[in-house]
């Protein structure tokens, strides 16, 4: 089987930063490899013309060693055009393909670009992964005689809720009305697919209750889970940890930072703040934070950050799909404290697993309960880590996802 996989994330390299898209991307490339026994990758990506083929090279031994399957990966160069009011605010209310983002993926070069290569393969399966990359086939009419469309978040969602987040301004009025072709691409992309996945059973009964739901199938986020986690950290030390490139990161750090943390500190003088992750210094105060909050940057060994902090904060106010960091932090043993959107779609149970607040002061005084309250702390952070080995472990979802793949090449089911 030929086995050709699309997306808009960047080429994946060892110890680089990586985002939930990336995870879920390379969970999904080891079990169709398992399938296929080799993989193509077309990357929608920036990318200069004259290092596109040794970046092909590189980017090709670098996949292949991370995802344990021989890998040939293509660079197609993402669309430009020069932003003014008119193509940021109106081009997107003709098309998903005048959309401020989703032009760069779908642009006459890029679809024809993503043809030539299909072409050239001659692929039995094709693996789409999110709406930005489908667009560029759904622009081509690109086919294939099976293909699997995995849309991640629902983009027309987390679109409209960052679009009704604060700040607000006159042009989200733009991004709301943009929202409609949004969702009609989302439509056609499902119904152009044999399978189409989401990644929780709360998004599927959202699109299913829109008519979209007659082959949507859930696949979660997954990671793997390590084999053996530290104890529980008696320093009173709280994690938030994110890559500060996806604007609900940011929102999320500033409003820990600003409204949550002072009120944790007028309780508990000693506590201590770790923000981790890549490009934060897009939260504005990285530079020059107060003396009870660490800016530690991108950390390549996750496992030391985790080992010294007691509990994880996850104050997110908007966004789509489902946390891979609080099932990461679920693998750790770590309490977790959560806003309701930032748990959405994990089957982590309030209180069991989780301690799951909205407001600024409900959140502030579960984190007070989780650094202080050693039995709480305890049961959170076990009875967590169990649900995320009995349900996200990516050895587990990685087999079903084979297992479906197997199914859909050998039948047609």
């Not at 703040?273 to 950390?299: D, E, H, M, Q």
């Not at 009995?390 to 047609?412: E, F, H």
Request: charged share 20%; glycine share 8%; aromatic share 6%.
């Amino acid at each position: 089987m030929k086995a050709l996989i699309i997306t808009s994330e960047g080429p994946l390299a060892p110890g680089a930063p990586s985002a939930g898209g990336a995870h879920r991307l390379s969970m999904f490339a080891r079990a169709i490899g398992a399938v296929s026994g080799a993989l193509d990758v077309i990357h929608l990506v920036p990318c200069a013309p004259q290092t596109r083929i040794t970046d092909q090279r590189a980017v090709s031994e670098s996949e292949s060693s991370i995802w344990g399957v021989p890998t040939r990966a293509h660079l197609v160069d993402l669309g430009h055009r020069r932003e003014t009011f008119l193509s940021h605010y109106g081009h997107g209310l003709l098309s998903i393909y005048g959309h401020p983002f989703f032009f760069s993926y779908s642009g006459t070069e890029q679809s024809s670009a993503v043809q030539r290569q299909i072409d050239f393969i001659r692929p039995d399966f094709i693996f789409v992964h999110r709406l930005a990359a489908m667009c560029a086939l759904m622009r081509g009419q690109s086919r294939a005689p099976k293909m699997w469309f995995d849309l991640d978040d629902i983009e027309h969602r987390a679109r409209l809720r960052a679009a009704l987040a604060r700040p607000r301004h006159a042009g989200k009025l733009a991004y709301i009305a943009h929202n409609l072709n949004v969702h009609r691409a989302e439509r056609n992309a499902i119904n152009l697919a044999s399978i189409a996945t989401v990644c929780s059973e709360i998004d599927r009964r959202y699109l299913t209750r829109l008519g979209l739901g007659h082959h949507l199938e859930v696949v979660p986020n997954a990671i793997t889970v390590p084999s053996q986690f530290p104890p529980p950290q008696q320093d009173r030390v709280l994690l938030f940890l994110g890559n500060y490139n996806h604007p609900p990161n940011v929102d999320a750090a500033q409003r820990l930072l600003k409204s949550i943390w002072p009120l944790v500190l007028a309780q508990l003088p000693d506590a201590r703040l770790v923000v981790a992750g890549a490009n934060s210094a897009r939260i504005g105060i990285s530079t020059n934070p107060p003396p009870s909050v660490t800016f530690c940057g991108f950390v390549e060994d996750i496992h030391t950050v985790y080992s010294q902090a007691r509990a994880v904060a996850c104050p997110i106010s908007f966004g789509g799909g489902t946390r891979v960091k609080l099932i990461e932090a679920a693998a750790y043993g770590k309490p977790i404290v959560s806003t309701t959107i930032g748990a959405e779609g994990l089957a982590f149970v309030d209180g069991k697993d989780i301690l799951i607040r909205d407001s600024n002061r409900e959140f502030a005084a579960a984190c007070l309960q989780v650094l202080t309250d050693d039995a709480t702390s305890a049961e959170l952070g076990l009875s967590a880590r169990s649900t995320a080995l009995r349900l996200y472990d990516a050895s587990l979802v990685g087999a079903q996802v084979s297992a479906r793949l197997d199914r859909l090449m050998t039948n047609d089911a």
